[in-house]
T-cell receptor, first 108, second 116 residues
Framework: QKEVEQNSGPLSVPEGAIASLNCTYSDRGSQSFFWYRQYSGKSPELIMSIYSNGDKEDGRFTAQLNKASQYVSLLIRDSQPSDSATYLCAVMSPRMRFGAGTRLTVKP | NAGVMQNPRHLVRRRGQEARLRCSPMKGHSHVYWYRQLPEEGLKFMVYLQKENIIDESGMPKERFSAEFPKEGPSILRIQQVVRGDSAAYFC??????????????FGPGTRLTVL
């Protein structure tokens, strides 16, 4: 079992739709969770961090955490073509462990 | 308000040569992390350093790889006698706090190493 698992995609959504990205992790003791966005050929960019169960909203992004289910998700509302990128889920366990990423394409 | 800086951005080495990658953390950050990303693969943790100390090198290959973060100057990741399998993007990240809640890591632009 991988420590951090994500659907590799590609995930394709039309412009304006909600994109839903999912992540599961294996270390039940993990306390910190992050979503990074990585454009092709570029470095990861931190877009959300979440530490408590529930939802955390920041603009068009909402992170959801359920520690009992060992599940983290990222919702992107009103998706834009500029959101097309690979989204990396990261879990502190105790070092940062990354999923392989989900490639998102937002079609105009 | 400079972010994490890395140089060089691109590095080409022949097999057997040494590669030196440099990283300057964000201002005020004293925690530095190195990651490697192979083509079409995820980011893999290599090493975590604070000034003059290696805290965790559990992700670093036992041979040919070393890292340091001196009291003055940037952190350096050194790869001796490079092989083609070392070709990858190497990212440095820094954080204000150590591991735990609030350990948000910010990444530099990376160094793309190509071994011929």
């Amino acid at each position: 079992q991988k420590e951090v698992e994500q659907n590799s995609g590609p995930l394709s959504v039309p412009e304006g739709a909600i994109a839903s990205l999912n992540c599961t992790y294996s270390d039940r003791g993990s306390q910190s969770f992050f979503w990074y966005r990585q454009y092709s050929g570029k470095s990861p960019e931190l877009i959300m961090s979440i530490y408590s169960n529930g939802d955390k909203e920041d603009g068009r992004f909402t992170a959801q955490l359920n520690k009992a289910s060992q599940y983290v998700s990222l919702l992107i509302r009103d998706s834009q073509p500029s959101d097309s990128a690979t989204y990396l889920c990261a879990v502190m366990s105790p070092r940062m462990r990354f999923g392989a990423g989900t490639r998102l394409t937002v079609k105009p | 308000n400079a972010g994490v800086m890395q140089n060089p951005r691109h590095l080409v080495r022949r097999r057997g040569q040494e590669a030196r990658l440099r990283c300057s953390p964000m201002k005020g950050h004293s925690h530095v992390y190195w990651y490697r990303q192979l083509p079409e693969e995820g980011l893999k943790f290599m090493v975590y350093l604070q000034k003059e100390n290696i805290i965790d090198e559990s992700g670093m290959p036992k041979e040919r790889f070393s890292a340091e973060f001196p009291k003055e100057g940037p952190s350096i990741l050194r790869i001796q006698q490079v092989v083609r399998g070392d070709s990858a993007a190497y990212f440095c990240a820094s954080s204000l706090q150590g591991p735990g809640l609030g350990n948000e890591q910010f990444f530099g632009p990376g160094t793309r190493l190509t071994v011929l």
